[in-house]
């Protein structure tokens, strides 16, 4: 027998708001970030926070982009905050900084006053937030590390800044083993959260792409961001020496001039496919079409501190994977082969092609880890991390591992009790 569900109108715990600091605008481009407070739009209220527009854009276009966009969620508590456009990012004089900042939360602030919030919750996604802390008071400050925001290819030390932001919040949130080893004893209120998957939108059997028809089997496949940290010699390497495989990426790439003139001359090979951008609803219908998925990243020391979004999308498909001995990956070798040199990618591809990758067994083990990391759960853990630090109590009690479906495949969560705070 079904439960009876339906989509959550009210969240759990309705006197309590998120005010996220995020860098980049709402978008189809699904990150980490996006995954994670949608989904705590089922505990709390959730405004997400658009980076301000530079005021030369704002001269030349003085109306804001509508903040729509929430398209394919179903949370009636996440709101998209789109500043003013009286409201620019502007550097100086400080003075105007600081107040158009102060601003622009205050009014985000107030969007969740309207909801009857009355304790807010500061969840902040990037070091250059910090300025937040002491602009909106807050019941409970969060920072949630999702990268090394150095970006750097060789060790360093963690930034001062960064290192007293972490000193300074009341709670930190860790992506990957690495972070939490480096990052992790600053704070002592530091939990570790990996990066997860949508279950059901990566395992839920689905039609082959249109546009993926053509392309000729076997498919050596990887989805998401094209960016400079993959291993593009690697790659070429391999194209040249497999004439027989199809490389297919599916994904928008940065327009930096370097990663252009790597797309294009690598698009002139027969067996490499440049698929383009997809919505996060797309994206996830490529990987079971595949026959071996691949995270070729380059191993030195920004992606040893990395958590592949795309390992739990992966393995949710229940395809043979192929990636980079990387920190994070070293953790699932029961389940990923990894390699370290092309003639071990070689080896490794090849051994994932035979029938035996990709037995019904093999693909069971794939799935039950990726089930084991369904973003429901992990946000979860979040959720009930801040509500523990407010003195919260609310009670779940419907199991997110196995939610049920409605008629048009849309994921339908149970309703909850409501939740009250001390």
């Known amino acids: ?27 189809d481009l699904w990150q980490p970030r996006h995954q994670v407070l949608t989904r705590l739009a089922r505990y709390f209220h959730v405004v997400w926070v658009n980076p301000a527009r530079g005021w030369r854009e704002v001269l030349t276009r003085r109306m804001a982009p509508p903040a729509s966009s929430v398209a394919g969620h179903h949370e009636a508590a996440f709101t ?3 500043p003013e456009f009286w409201l620019p990012k502007v550097y100086r004089p400080t003075g105007v900084a600081r107040l158009t900042e102060r601003l622009r939360l205050e009014r985000a602030c107030r969007l969740l006053a309207q909801r009857g919030c009355r304790r807010t919750v500061l969840y902040l996604w990037r070091p250059e937030f910090a300025f937040a802390l002491g602009t909106v008071p807050a019941n409970l400050s969060c920072y949630h590390i999702d990268d090394e925001y150095s970006f750097s290819t060789v060790e360093i030390p963690t930034p001062e800044a960064e290192a007293r932001l972490i000193g300074a919040v009341d709670q930190v949130f860790i992506h990957s083993r690495a972070l939490l080893e480096k990052k992790g004893a600053i704070n002592r209120h530091t939990a570790w959260v990996p990066n997860g998957v949508d279950y059901r939108a990566y395992a839920r059997p689905v039609n082959e792409p249109g546009d993926l028809t053509p392309i000729a089997r076997p498919r050596i496949g990887y989805t998401g961001h094209i960016k400079r940290q993959l291993d593009w010699a690697l790659l070429r390497g391999l194209a040249d020496r497999h004439p027989e495989w199809s490389f297919v990426f599916v994904g928008a790439w940065n ?24 919505s996060v609803q797309e994206l996830a219908v490529y990987p079971q079409h595949f026959d071996v998925c691949i995270m070729p990243y380059q191993a030195d020391d920004y992606t040893k501190y990395i958590y592949p979004l795309k390992l739990h999308e992966y393995l949710a498909s229940g395809r043979p994977t192929v990636g980079t001995r990387i920190r ?22 090849a051994m994932a092609l035979k029938p035996e990758a990709n037995s019904v067994e093999r693909r069971a083990a794939r799935r039950a880890v990726a089930h084991q990391h369904d973003w429901t759960l992990l946000v979860r853990r979040i959720a009930e991390t801040i509500a523990g630090r407010l003195g919260c109590e609310f009670v779940e009690p419907v199991d997110p591992a196995g939610p049920d479906e409605g008629d048009d495949g849309r994921v339908l969560q149970g309703a909850p009790a409501p ?3 001390a």
């Open 1 to 27: 027998m079904r439960r009876a569900t339906r989509t959550i109108e009210t969240p759990v715990v309705p006197s309590v708001g998120i005010l996220a600091l995020v860098p980049d605008s709402w978008s």
């Open 80 to 82: 998209v905050y789109e």
């Open 255 to 278: 327009a930096h001039p370097e990663m252009l003139a790597t797309i294009q001359d690598l698009s002139r090979r027969r067996n490499v496919h440049f698929l383009g951008r997809k």
């Open 328 to 349: 994070s990956l070293e953790d699932f070798t029961d389940v990923v082969s990894l390699a370290a040199t092309p003639d071990g990618w070689s080896a490794a591809i």
């Open 419 to 421: 939740g009250r705070c």
